[in-house]
């Protein structure tokens, strides 16, 4: 799965110690989910769209292996 956290926090100019801050999980979540080492559960992924204003379509994308 691939995601555009990293990009989404740069638009906003947000660290990912903020990010974690604001939906409270650590900023090592944050580093995992960004570095696509973790998938996020559906509940997380609904809180990180929400931060940024996004679906949760527009931040997270199946590759075709998933």
Request: glycine letters at 2%.
């Amino acid at each position: 799965m691939r995601n555009r956290i990293r990009i989404e926090r740069a638009i906003l100019d947000i660290t990912q110690a903020d990010l974690a801050e604001r939906i409270h999980v650590s900023r090592q979540t944050i580093n995992a989910i960004e570095s696509n080492k973790y998938v996020p559960s559906a509940v997380l992924a609904m809180k990180i769209a929400r931060i940024f204003g996004k679906t949760v379509e527009e931040i997270f994308e199946l590759d075709e292996n998933d």
